[in-house]
């Protein structure tokens, strides 16, 4: 069972998702989807989900979001909105799963650190469920989920590229890692060969 308390014994690997525009669960006129996890021990908060063949949430994978130029079947990405192993998800049975193809503004744990983000940067899907920049490829196109609106200061040395240092209220948890990368969604386009 989940247990965001700083009480818990061991860190949080990363900082759950902050939302910073377009979600408002008093007023869902955003698109987001309810679904049962397929293992709630898999998928955390700020991890890009996509549903399986049986409708069930899954971490998204870079397979996902790469197409060859004949073209191919877009998916419909979403960004973890809690734990899969939360108290309330246990209780529904269903995750919540925020929408790219919407307008949110968003911060996650969960990008790749081996490269150096700008903003404007393009998103695709990486491994398990992370972030990872766009680029150009000659032979595939890439589906873009999202694009980076704001980053940390640039230090020399700075191993974890450039994401912000989080700040502000404290959580309710702690996190081992306690970075984040700033994005709004932005789903199903398709850019062959070039990243504009």
Known sequence: MADYS????????????????????????????LAEPLNANDIKSGMVIVKDANGKWIRAQVADSTLDETGG????????????????VQASGKLVGLDCSDTFELQSGYF?????WAVGDKLTVGAN???????????LGVQVIGEVTAIGANVAGNEVGNPIAY???????????AYLLQFKTADKVILPNAIA
């Open 6 to 33: 700083t009480r818990r014994g061991a860190l949080r690997a990363k900082l759950p998702l902050q939302v910073l525009r377009g979600f408002y669960p008093t007023e869902p006129s955003k698109l987001s989807s």
């Open 73 to 88: 079947t877009t998916k419909s990405f979403y960004i973890a909105l809690t734990d899969a192993d939360a108290l309330d």
């Open 112 to 116: 790749d650190k081996s490269v150096v």
């Open 129 to 139: 469920g992370a972030l990872a920049k766009a680029v150009a490829d000659s032979a």
């Open 167 to 177: 700040v502000g209220y404290t959580p309710s948890c702690a996190a081992a890692d």
